[in-house]
C-alpha cells in the first residue's frame, strides 16, 4: 500500500486542480485540497480498489459541500445572470483580458450549475469514463449523459458571449443553446 | 462540439497555467493537524498547562495546543517541522547551546534514543527519537508519563512529550518540555518514562437522531467502553451541540480511547468545530464530552454519525529511565532576569506584572493578581520587540500561588536582546468577570430571577444585565429541570453556572457545557435533576463580559 506521502505526492495536483475549477477560488481549494487529504489519510483503504477514483470521489464530496455552504440565493441568482441577459454588456477591455488568460476557464466553469460543471471537469480533466463519472456521482449513465451535453452546450454559450472563438459546426444555432441553457436553471 | 471538447481537454490538463499552492507546507500542515488533533486529545489528561484554581485547566490545555496552528517556512525534516513552535530551541540549536546526550534504551523492538538537552533559567527540553521498527501507517504511538525525578530535580509540574512523524526517515521525533530548570548549575536527574504505546483509529456507528432531544443511548462494547448516551441541543441559529457520557468497564481506557462523535455527510466526514471538550468527569465517574457542529452541515442530506476512538494496539512495558546530568551553565550568559512591579493598566492596580526573565529561548512574564478569583483578565498577550511580536501563551499558577499568572513567550530564531532592548508588553481583548464564587455576607450582591409556571413548555425570560439582553429559557423534559442562557449581544461572554436558592438550601445547576470567559460563545445549559415543584428563584455565580478591543501596552526596561 502506498504511503500517505506517496499518495499526496501522487495525487496533490489532480485534487488541487479539480477543486480550483470547482470552487473558481485558489484560497479554497487550497483548504479543499488540504481537507480532502485529512480525509483520505483518516479513511481505511485497503479495500479501495481504484484510488484515483475514490480520491475523486472524495474531493467531489468536499467541493460539493462547500458549495453548498457558501452558496446564497443572491449567488444563485448572480452566477446565474447570463441565463437571465439577452446580450452581455461585457466592455471590450475586459473581453481582451479574458482572452488573454488560461485562468479565465476556471471562471467560465464557475458560472456552469454546479451539476454540470462536475461532469465536466471529472470527464475533461481526468478523462474518467461516463460510466465512472456516473459511478463517481452515484447518478445514473443517462443523467451523466444529459448533464455532460446539457454542461456543453451551456459553457459554450458561455465561452461564445465571451469572446472565446469556438469553431462552430453548420446548422448549430444560438436559439437551441438558450433553450438548454434555459433548462438547466429550472 | 468535438472542438469544445479537445479545448476542455486541453485547457483543464497540466500545462496550463494553473499556479500551484506550496504543497511542500501543505504536506507539513497536514502531518501537523494529524499530529496535533490525536495529541491534542491525547495529552489532554496528562498535560497541565493552565490554571490550577479553576476545573477549566483539563480544557485550557486543550485549547492552547489546538490554537497552534500557523504557517511555517521550514521544508526540511528532522527536529525543524517538530519544533516549528519551539524557535527558541531552534535558536539554541543553531547556537551550539544543547547538551549531548546520546543515550538509548531498547526494549521489544522499539528504541528510544536520548539526543539533546536544552536547560535554561526557563524550562528543560530534551529532543529523542522513538524507532518503533515496522510502523502501519493507521498507528499512532505515544509515550506515556514521561517525567524528571531525582533528589534534585524534577516536580513533574508543566511537563509534557511531543511526537511528529517524520515520513521521510520513517523514525518519530520528539521532544520532552518541562517547566522545571535546575536550581544549581549541574544538577543528576532521571528521565523515566512509563509505557510506549501505539494504538488505531476506530469507529462505530452511531444511529444518532438529531432531530429528538431525548437522551439516546447506545451500547459500545469496544476498548472498555459499555455504552454511551447522547443529548443534541439546538443552540441558536447555526449550532447543534452533543451532550453525551460514556460509561466504561474498564477505567484505565479514559486514559487513551479519547471517543468522539463524527459525522458524514454523502461520505464526507464532517468534524466538530472547536471549542469541545472532553473527558470532564461525570457525577458518576461517566466520561462526558461536549461537542459543536454547524447546524447547516449536519441538517439536510444523509447525514450519518460514527463515534471514533483510539484502540490500543501494542505496549511496551515500561519502566525505561535514563540518567542524566544537566547543565544550564552555557546559557547562562544569555540570560537576563528582571523585576519589573509595572501596573497592567495604567492606574489600576488590580494587576501588576511583577518580574520577567529572558533566556537564550524564552521569555517569562510573571503577573499577579490582586484578587485569586479573578484570572488574568485579557485573551490575547504579546511582547513586540525590536519589531518582531511574540505571541504569549498562558502557563500554570506556580504551585501554592494560585494568585500568579505565568505568561511565557517563544524566542524566534533571530532575534538577540540585550539590556537596552526596548520590550513592549501588549494585553489585547478584555474579559470582565461580573462577581464570583465567594459567598459574601447575606448575599447582598446576587440578583434573584424568578422562574414561574415550570413545565414541559420552553418559556422564556429576558434579564438586562450591565445593559445586555439576557435570555433565559427554562423547561422540564422528564423529571429534569433545564435552563438555558445566553444572549444575542455576542459582547456578553456568558454565564458560567446558576443555583437554585441562597444558603443551605442551595440547589446547585449542574452545567451541560463547559463555559469559557472568552470563548465567543455564551450560550450556557444547566440542568437540575429531578427537580420538583413549578417555580424557583435562580441566581448566578457570575457572568463576563467581552470588550475585544480593549488594549493595554506597558513598556519594559530591562
Redo the contacts between chains.
Keep these: 500500500?502506498q504511503?500517505?506521502?506517496e499518495l499526496?505526492e501522487a495525487y496533490?495536483?489532480d485534487v488541487?486542480?479539480t477543486c480550483?475549477?470547482m470552487v473558481h477560488d485558489?484560497a479554497d481549494?487550497?483548504d479543499l485540497?488540504?481537507d480532502v487529504?485529512?480525509?483520505v489519510?483518516?479513511?481505511?483503504r485497503e479495500n479501495v480498489e481504484h484510488l484515483k477514483a475514490w480520491i475523486m470521489?472524495?474531493t467531489v464530496?468536499?467541493c460539493?459541500?462547500h458549495l453548498k455552504?457558501k452558496r446564497t440565493l443572491q449567488q444563485k441568482i448572480s452566477d446565474n445572470l447570463y441565463l437571465f441577459k439577452k446580450s452581455p454588456e461585457i466592455p471590450v477591455e475586459r473581453l481582451i483580458e479574458q482572452r488573454e488568460?488560461?485562468?479565465e476557464?476556471a471562471k467560465y466553469l464557475s458560472q456552469l450549475p454546479v451539476k454540470l460543471r462536475m461532469v465536466?471537469?471529472l470527464r475533461?480533466?481526468h478523462?474518467f469514463s461516463l460510466a465512472e463519472v456516473s459511478d463517481l456521482l452515484s447518478i445514473p449513465l443517462g443523467t451523466t449523459k444529459s448533464r455532460l451535453h446539457k454542461g456543453?452546450k451551456v459553457?459554450?454559450r458561455i465561452?461564445l458571449e465571451a469572446g472565446v472563438q469556438?469553431?462552430r459546426?453548420e446548422g448549430e444555432s444560438y436559439e437551441k443553446v438558450g433553450e438548454y441553457a434555459g433548462a438547466s436553471v429550472k | 462540439?468535438k472542438?469544445?471538447?479537445n479545448?476542455?481537454?486541453h485547457?483543464?490538463?497540466?500545462g496550463?497555467?494553473?499556479?500551484?499552492?506550496d504543497?511542500e507546507s501543505?504536506?507539513e500542515?497536514?502531518e501537523h493537524?494529524?499530529t496535533t488533533s490525536f495529541h491534542a486529545r491525547m495529552s489532554s489528561g496528562s498535560q497541565k498547562q493552565g490554571r490550577n484554581w479553576s476545573k477549566i485547566a483539563l480544557v485550557s490545555s486543550f485549547s492552547l495546543l489546538l490554537a497552534a496552528a500557523p504557517v511555517y517556512a521550514a521544508v526540511h525534516y528532522n527536529w525543524d517541522t517538530m519544533l516549528r513552535e519551539k524557535g527558541g530551541i531552534q535558536a539554541a540549536l543553531a547556537q551550539n547551546l544543547g547538551q549531548k546526550l546520546d543515550q538509548s534504551v531498547i526494549k521489544d523492538g522499539v528504541t528510544l534514543k536520548l539526543h539533546t538537552a536544552i536547560v535554561d533559567e526557563n524550562r528543560t527540553v530534551i529532543l529523542f527519537t522513538l524507532d518503533v521498527g515496522q510502523r502501519q501507517?493507521?498507528e499512532t504511538w505515544r509515550v506515556t508519563e514521561m517525567t524528571l525525578k531525582g533528589a534534585e530535580g524534577g516536580n513533574s509540574s508543566g511537563e509534557y512529550n511531543y511526537l511528529n512523524w517524520d515520513?521521510?526517515n520513517q523514525i518519530y521525533n520528539g521532544y520532552f518540555e518541562s517547566e522545571w530548570t535546575p536550581e544549581k548549575d549541574t544538577v543528576n536527574v532521571q528521565l523515566v518514562t512509563n509505557d510506549i504505546q501505539a494504538f488505531s483509529?476506530q469507529s462505530l456507528d452511531l444511529p444518532l437522531d438529531i432531530h429528538s432531544t431525548e437522551t439516546q443511548s447506545f451500547p459500545i462494547g469496544q476498548e472498555g467502553m459499555r455504552s454511551i448516551e447522547v443529548k443534541p441541543f439546538t443552540q441558536g441559529q447555526e449550532k447543534m451541540l452533543f451532550s453525551s457520557a460514556i460509561i466504561f468497564d474498564q477505567p484505565e481506557a479514559k486514559e487513551w480511547a479519547y471517543p468522539n462523535i463524527v459525522g458524514y455527510?454523502?461520505?464526507?466526514?464532517i468534524n466538530s468545530l472547536p471549542g469541545g471538550t472532553f473527558g470532564t468527569p461525570g457525577e458518576k465517574g461517566e466520561y462526558t464530552a461536549q461537542q459543536y457542529f454547524k447546524a447547516?452541515?449536519v441538517s439536510g442530506g444523509q447525514t450519518t454519525y460514527k463515534l471514533q476512538y483510539m484502540k490500543k494496539e501494542k505496549d511496551v512495558n515500561g519502566p525505561l529511565s535514563f540518567d542524566l546530568q544537566l547543565s544550564k551553565k552555557q546559557m547562562e550568559s544569555g540570560t537576563i532576569k528582571t523585576s519589573l512591579n509595572l501596573p497592567l493598566e495604567a492606574g489600576e492596580t488590580d494587576y501588576t506584572l511583577e518580574n520577567m526573565v529572558v533566556s537564550p529561548t524564552q521569555i517569562r512574564v510573571t503577573v499577579r493578581s490582586k484578587d485569586i478569583d479573578n484570572g488574568f483578565p485579557y485573551k490575547k498577550y504579546a511582547l513586540e520587540v525590536a519589531g518582531k511580536t511574540l505571541e504569549g501563551n498562558l502557563w500554570r499558577s506556580p504551585e501554592g500561588e494560585p494568585e500568579l499568572t505565568v505568561l511565557r513567550f517563544e524566542r524566534p530564531v533571530d532575534l538577540e536582546i540585550t539590556k537596552e532592548t526596548p520590550i513592549t508588553f501588549v494585553a489585547k481583548y478584555k474579559v470582565t468577570q461580573h462577581g464570583s464564587y465567594k459567598i459574601t455576607k447575606n448575599n447582598d450582591d446576587k440578583i434573584p430571577l424568578l422562574l414561574t409556571n415550570i413545565s414541559q413548555k420552553k418559556q422564556t425570560i429576558i434579564q438586562q444585565l450591565n445593559g445586555y439582553p439576557v435570555k433565559w429559557t427554562y423547561y422540564m423534559q422528564g423529571s429534569d429541570l433545564y435552563v438555558e442562557t445566553g444572549s444575542e449581544d455576542a459582547r456578553f461572554g456568558g454565564i458560567n453556572q446558576t443555583h437554585i436558592g441562597l444558603g443551605k438550601e442551595r440547589i446547585l445547576g449542574k452545567p451541560l457545557t463547559v463555559n469559557f470567559a472568552g470563548d465567543g460563545n455564551n450560550k450556557a445549559i444547566d440542568v437540575y435533576k429531578d427537580f420538583k415543584g413549578t417555580e424557583a428563584t435562580i441566581y448566578m455565580f457570575y457572568y463576563t463580559t467581552d470588550d475585544p478591543d480593549k488594549e493595554t501596552r506597558v513598556q519594559i526596561r530591562l
Excluded at chain 1, 41 to 44: E, R, W
Excluded at chain 2, 11 to 14: D, F
Excluded at chain 2, 265 to 269: A, H, R, V
Design positions: 500500500m504511503t500517505n506521502r499526496f496533490n495536483k488541487y486542480r480550483y475549477y485558489a481549494a487550497e485540497t488540504q487529504f485529512i480525509t489519510f483518516h479513511t481505511n470521489k472524495i464530496n468536499h460539493l459541500n455552504r488568460t488560461t485562468m476557464w465536466i471537469t475533461y480533466m478523462d456543453l459553457l459554450r465561452l469556438i469553431e459546426k | 462540439m472542438k469544445l471538447e479545448m476542455l481537454e485547457q483543464l490538463n497540466e496550463q497555467s494553473v499556479t500551484y499552492p504543497f501543505m504536506w500542515r497536514i493537524k494529524n501507517d493507521s515520513e521521510k483509529e455527510k454523502n461520505g464526507t466526514l447547516e452541515d
